[in-house]
């Protein structure tokens, strides 16, 4: 099982490096999205593993209220944009 | 229990750190410290945390970059008096220039859209204030409501300044660093530019 958190870490780099090198706010903000989500996804994963209900709803958690977030930084970005 | 993946993504804490710092424009940087929030309560939460990976993403993530996008907002703005006439005045010829090609000289619409380019290279916003007659602005620049002020020269002042026919705009800044910024970019042709200081007294609050 340790192969699939490898694979999942591998795909997460894909997001940081986008995140990294693109000048786009909004590229960003999808990275961000990205990385937000993967995370969270493996935080579920890992509370699988070891059979841990604890961590399983903080991942859970996380994974709603870091969209909730997001939701929030755009919504200011977006009025930057139109002033 | 091999955890040997428990070493790669602790590794992911420092790229995500360092690619944070490493940012300059500070909205860039505020997606990035959301990352870095996501990364690390990923970290807390495999390393068997589970309330501080859940504070991290509620207070970490969520609220304190609300907070600070608000106040990068608010604050990296360069506050530009205007009067009333000479906004209605370029909004119109904004509008008329999109159809036409006749305007000649360069107008205040131009001015503007030089001004915020300009400060856009560091990351200010520029917002326009109107007042309604010169008296004002110069009030509202002493009592630090704005940062500078933009008007056009009366014709007695071009008369009696013969090199100001080039310059229909005069720019007048209180703030040093403003004045520095503005004099090395070429506005020129367009606007003359003043530094005056406003006295602290009118600042109790």
Redesign the interface.
Known sequence: MNLVLIIMILALLIPIYEAWQDDDIWQKMLAFASIATKTSVMILVVSVLRDDWMIGVVGVIILSVGNAGLMLLAHIIKRMGEL | M?D??IY??VA?LP??AL?LTVQV?P??A???R??LG??S??VY??L?A??V??TE??VG???A??LY??AV?SSLVMRLGVLKDSLLEAEQKLELALNDAQVSQRSFADLVADLRTIVSQYHL?L?LIPYPDPQSLHQALMAKEIHATCIQRSPQDEASIPQSNSQPYHTTTRIHRLYKILQTEPLAPMTSLDYITALDSAEKH
Do not use: K
């Open positions: 091999d040997s993946y790669v993504i992911l790229l995500a690619i424009n909205y860039h505020l997606v990035i959301g990352i996501a990364v309560a990923l939460a495999v068997g589970a309330d990976a859940l993403a509620l993530t969520m609220l970059i609300t996008a608000v907002r916003r917002e």
